[in-house]
């Protein structure tokens, strides 16, 4: 299919499954009006709740219905997924116990090539460059993974490859190929079921709940999110890695229970993250995954949006964050903006503000917003509400930018 919004896509699956919008909406649990909204471009399909259940409904998957990778004209948006076709090689043709190369630098260089290279490429969302060093850095890994002898040196191996197929995990997802990006999760879980650490299975167990399928399985995500955490939390004591993981898991299992509406658990695991990150510095910038109070804060606005609302309920939530802390962390800032925005979005009071966080967020980290399917979403649905004083011209800057017909 070649439509970009996701009403135009709904229309054109529905049609294909020769359901009419009562049909699906009965099977979806959703109104017939507001199918028919989404399919007109007059309301948004943003929710990840709604994208599950249609998805599901019509028997395709999330990508089916929400777009999968897209490529325009502009070089930001178009270049990070050169990097797509080399990483798939890495991941599919190495195995923990037979290397698809012979040959590797040393252990010592590779670790410091993940710690001064990949991590801050990663946090700043440089696409482009952190896929010039992730192929090779785990083919080389799996060189070191596969070599007898020196039991430190490949348990030391083998937490890196953990790392560094958790980055490509979560970078392949943000540029749109989930298949790829559970295939680099499960060879974490793989190299974490060996070496049998805590701290490492819960890594794992982390990319591999944030790569699952969505269409019916939200509840999975769920349980196994509830499950993981439960699985590190004897483990966790006062180590401040370990709090971490479990902290970034308790948050999953917030999303995942706000996502199938189950408001009690979602209230619950977002307390436990908050009493968790209590036990820590807040400093986004030198935690794993930016695990801290800040980013609790950021999570309560990704559910604030997840659970449906907008305008100032939204803004309360975002002025609660001190956004000077994630300046280091242009990934989390970028998702944070995008989440603001999108929530602003809903209400016609709130779209010049809105726009005004998404363009913030597109500065902060132009490589992966303009890769986001639900920002394009909210851009497309925007477009057709703007006038010059809602910021019309802004709004089809960005839609240049992002491939949306503008």
């Known amino acids: 299919m070649d439509e970009v919004t996701i009403g135009a896509r709904l229309r054109t699956l529905r049609r294909w499954r020769g359901m009419s919008q009562a049909g699906l909406a009965g099977l979806a649990g959703l109104s017939p009006s507001f199918l028919s909204m989404v399919e007109t471009g007059q309301r948004p399909l943003d929710r990840r709740s709604h994208i599950a259940a249609i998805a599901s409904a019509l028997k395709v998957s999330e990508t089916d219905l929400a777009g999968g990778p897209h490529l325009t004209a502009d070089p930001v948006q178009a270049d990070p997924h050169a990097s797509i076709p080399p990483l798939r090689v890495a991941l599919e043709t190495n195995s923990l116990t037979d290397p698809a190369c012979d040959r590797a630098r040393p252990l010592a260089e590779l670790v410091r090539e993940l710690r001064e290279q990949v991590e801050p490429q990663f946090a700043a969302c440089d696409y482009v460059r952190l896929g010039q060093h992730l192929p090779q850095l785990i083919d080389e890994l799996h060189v070191h993974t596969a070599q007898p002898g020196d039991e430190a040196a490949r348990r030391l191996a083998l937490q890196t490859l953990v790392e560094a197929c958790a980055y490509a995990a979560f970078r392949a997802k943000d540029l749109g190929y989930p298949d790829l990006a559970h295939i680099a999760a499960a060879r974490a879980a793989a190299a974490a079921a060996i070496l049998d650490d805590p701290a490492a299975t819960g890594k794992a167990a982390y990319a591999w709940l944030q790569t699952m399928p969505r269409a019916g399985s939200w509840n999975r995500t769920l349980a196994l999110a509830e499950r993981a955490a439960g699985a590190l939390q004897p483990h966790v004591g006062d180590d401040s890695m370990r709090i971490q993981v479990l902290g970034q898991l308790t948050l999953t299992a917030a999303l995942a229970a706000a996502v199938v509406q189950n408001g009690a658990a979602s209230a619950h695991w977002l307390s436990e993250a908050d009493e968790l990150a209590g036990r820590i510095p ?95 979403e909210t851009v497309a649905y925007m477009l057709g509400k703007a006038t010059a004083t809602a910021g019309g011209r802004e709004l089809r800057g960005m839609a240049a930018r992002m491939g949306v017909p503008h």
């Open 282 to 376: 807040d400093d986004p910038a030198s935690s794993w995954h930016s695990f801290s109070k800040t980013n609790v804060g950021v999570w309560s606005v990704t559910l604030a949006v997840e659970r449906g609302e907008s305008g100032q309920g939204v803004l309360e939530l975002a002025r609660r964050v001190q956004e000077d802390k994630l300046s280091a962390r242009r990934s989390r800032l970028a998702a944070f903006r995008c989440d603001v925005g999108r929530g602003l979005a809903r209400d016609p009071r709130s779209r010049a503000e809105a726009v005004r966080w998404l363009r913030q967020a597109e500065d902060t980290a132009p490589q992966r917003v303009r890769n986001s399917s639900p920002v394009r």
